[in-house]
């Protein structure tokens, strides 16, 4: 007697995967407009969201195409200082993530890898770091130095290389006591090499995670910082400087502030939307 067997079902897909598929979908489509409305604001808006006029200020939004989110006091368009504004917001969150980065991967590194002295010192260093408190040696720091662009951007990077330290450290630490390690010093390869082909490249995945993280944190910090006057020039458009003028305006002009603060929101939860992505990702124990 002939049998048949039906074919295979299809595997289902499980929840877990649908949903991360829909994380990293909805993360990059917020981050990436955002990212390409904010390079294309120079072509967008030539006059960079400055023209004003005050026939048309406090324009309620929705109500003109050509000001769509409406005006602010001075009567300048909304829509056209929001995307301006976040080439500053952009530009600190990047940069910062990178420069702190940068240090705190060379400070771990020397940390983990050599040990003894050279661990004591960044580490006992880091400790007091974080023993101070953030606004207070904020405001500490933009009292003597100034506020501006690259004071804040250089004032992030020096604040946070500690997490970036600890983190490379604790991997550095597990790594060279790993086989592959073991058996590349015994065949008598160098330090520098030895760091270059065989510690960072297990070091990448978990500091990807971290940095992406951190750009979100970092627009927001910039952010806050310019709100309460501690950020960059109030001249200069900012997501933060636009909560700030728009404050005093949110009973009569709610718009002035709300569309800022979206445009923090919805990029803050792209960015960490493609962060927990890329944790589930590239970290093995969190996958189901």
Excluded: C
Aim: hydrophobic residues 55%.
């Amino acid at each position: 007697m002939q049998t048949t067997t039906s074919p295979a079902a299809p595997k289902a897909v499980k929840p877990r995967s649908r949903y991360r598929s829909l994380e990293f979908v909805l993360g990059a489509v917020l981050t990436g407009v955002m990212i390409v409305l904010v390079l294309a604001s120079g072509w967008l808006f030539p006059d960079g969201g400055e023209s004003m006029d005050l026939t048309a200020r406090l324009m309620a939004p929705f109500n003109s195409a050509a000001h769509l989110f409406g005006t602010d006091p001075l009567g300048r368009d909304v829509l056209a200082r929001v995307i301006v504004g976040g080439k500053i917001s952009l530009l600190v969150g990047f940069a910062s993530v990178l420069g702190g980065a940068l240090l705190g991967i060379i400070m771990g590194l020397i940390a983990g890898y050599y040990r003894g002295f050279w661990d004591m010192i960044v580490m006992r260093f880091a400790d007091v770091q974080l023993a101070l408190p953030f606004i207070l040696v904020a405001i500490t720091f933009i009292a003597i130095l100034g506020g501006g662009l690259f004071n804040v951007i250089f004032f992030m990077i020096i604040s946070q290389w500690v997490q970036y330290a600890r983190l490379v450290r604790a991997q550095v630490l597990a790594l060279r006591e790993r086989e592959f390690v073991l058996a590349a010093r015994a065949f008598g390869v160098r330090d520098l090499a030895m760091i270059r082909h065989h510690i960072v490249p297990n070091l990448l995945g978990p500091l990807v995670i971290l940095m992406t993280l951190n750009v979100a944190n970092n627009i927001l910090l910039e952010s806050s910082l310019t709100f309460l006057g501690l950020g960059v020039d109030p001249m200069i458009p900012s997501w933060g400087g636009m909560l700030a003028d728009g404050r005093t305006y949110m009973q009569t002009a709610w718009w002035v502030s709300v569309f800022p603060g979206l445009a923090i929101m919805l990029t803050v939860l792209g960015l960490n939307l493609l962060g927990d992505w890329l944790r589930d990702r590239l970290d093995p124990t969190g996958k189901i």
